[in-house]
């Protein structure tokens, strides 16, 4: 073995040997930081927990034997202008039946004011109340961008693990508590805590059935409102200039446009329903776009009820209506359905595959619309031909 090489596997084995020393300093002093936190009011917790997501911190003390558990929740890199909570849930996993403490800084007088709310049911406004267990001390502090809830509270003796969780949101106008985000690391912020060890377990059967319902809805949605109803509406458009697709077109148009609105009913709404069982009804842009949507949907199933018949003198009226109700759908639908994606966020690839498929039959009505101009606007130039024609005729005679 030559020297250069044994120099370098002298240096491996040094790095080696030393490696679980260099690991262990770096965790202690991670937890050295953690646990050295110098609280401005001179409080001191026993245990110190990083919060996995939404940079936060759990501090507390427990003592088993009485149930006593002192605790101080710190939300960093967080704005004035937001409300946070923690809390704990003594029945079950997740958001409903949770007991929280909340704290916001008020917009007029600047003081930070600190309450608690028992959630009742998913479209809570978070207003104030009591606990299912007495609470005292409850205060709160925000300084340089870090937002503290402090409480002591009284569990049933000998608890040993919880269910807790954390969060925060914008406060709105008039200090009111907005809704928090329903995406991202806001639907991953709760799990299981041992008050005894410390340790933090993740909850992930709620998250995870919440996420891929969500994408099952946005998926289900995309398709059927944001392509199918498109497609729908071209094949009415521009197969019908063609004596060959007659009746054909109709059926194309019939099939896509009844495919998009009853597959969207069920798939898209039936997710949607189960997401505000789950997470609660809220009134949000998106929603509100959402069942405006079935709602003129169904007024266009009902409109072919009462379509004239083609020499009817009413016909006129009645495609005006159709066209312009059925162009309003598809709008709204691709822009809800962008909205759709910015709560989602399941990633870049999710929009561009959506914007690629749009652009693509927008580029194809673009083409048609130049190939069928003549045929669609011909007549109406002719008109106007023969309408300046006779107008100059009549000068002339007189």
């Known amino acids: 073995m030559s020297l250069s090489s044994r120099t370098i596997f002298a240096v ?46 759990l501090h507390f003390s427990y003592v088993p034997e009485t149930g006593v558990l002192e605790v101080a929740y710190r939300h960093t890199n967080i ?20 007991q929280t403490l909340l704290a916001y800084r008020n917009s007029t007088s600047g003081f930070m004011r600190a309450y608690t709310s028992s959630i009742k049911d998913y479209s809570t406004m978070l207003q104030e109340g009591p606990l299912s267990f007495r609470v005292t001390q409850l205060a709160a502090e925000f300084l340089n961008g870090e937002m503290t809830i402090f409480a002591t509270m ?27 985000a329903m995406s991202g690391n806001h639907l991953k912020s709760m799990a299981t805590l041992d008050l005894l060890s410390g340790r933090v377990t993740a909850t992930k059967t709620v998250n995870g059935n919440m996420i891929l319902v969500k ?15 498109p497609i729908g ?57 959402g069942i405006l949507l079935f709602a003129l949907g169904f007024l ?34 691709m822009y809800n359905i962008y909205k759709g994606l910015a709560i989602l966020q399941p990633g870049s690839s999710w929009k561009i595959a959506y914007s690629t498929i749009i652009g693509v039959i927008g580029l194809f009505a673009v083409v048609m619309e130049i190939l069928q ?6 007549d109406l130039w002719c008109k106007k031909s023969e309408d300046l024609e006779a107008d100059q005729s009549a000068s002339i005679d007189v």
């Open 12 to 57: 491996l084995c040094f790095l080696f040997v030393l490696a679980p020393y260099f690991t262990r300093a770096t965790t202690d002093g991670v937890q050295s930081r953690c646990d050295s936190y110098i609280f401005k009011n001179g409080k001191h917790f026993r245990s110190c927990i990083d919060l996995p997501v939404l940079d936060s911190f």
């Open 373 to 378: 101009f003549k045929t669609r606007w011909g």
């Open 79 to 98: 704005e004035s202008s937001s409300w946070i909570a923690w809390g704990i849930n003594p029945t079950r996993k997740g958001m409903l039946g949770a």
């Open 300 to 333: 266009q199933i009902l409109a072919l009820k009462a379509r004239p018949d083609k020499d009817h003198k009413y016909r006129k009226y009645w495609n005006w209506y159709h066209h312009t109700m059925g162009y309003i759908v598809i709008i709204l639908s």
């Open 215 to 229: 994408r099952i809805h946005g998926l289900v949605n995309a398709v059927c409102w944001g392509i199918f109803m």
């Open 233 to 289: 509406a071209m094949a009415a458009r521009y197969m019908r200039t063609y004596k060959g697709l007659d009746p054909m077109w109709f059926y194309v148009h019939i099939f896509f446009q009844t495919t998009g609105y009853v597959v969207g009913l069920l798939g898209g709404l039936g997710t949607a329903i189960y997401m505000a069982k789950h997470t609660g009804m809220r009134s949000t842009p998106h929603t509100v776009i």
């Open 154 to 180: 009284v569990l049933p003796p000998n608890t040993t693990v919880v269910n807790h969780l954390w969060q925060d949101g914008p406060l709105k106008e008039g200090d009111r508590l907005g809704m928090h």
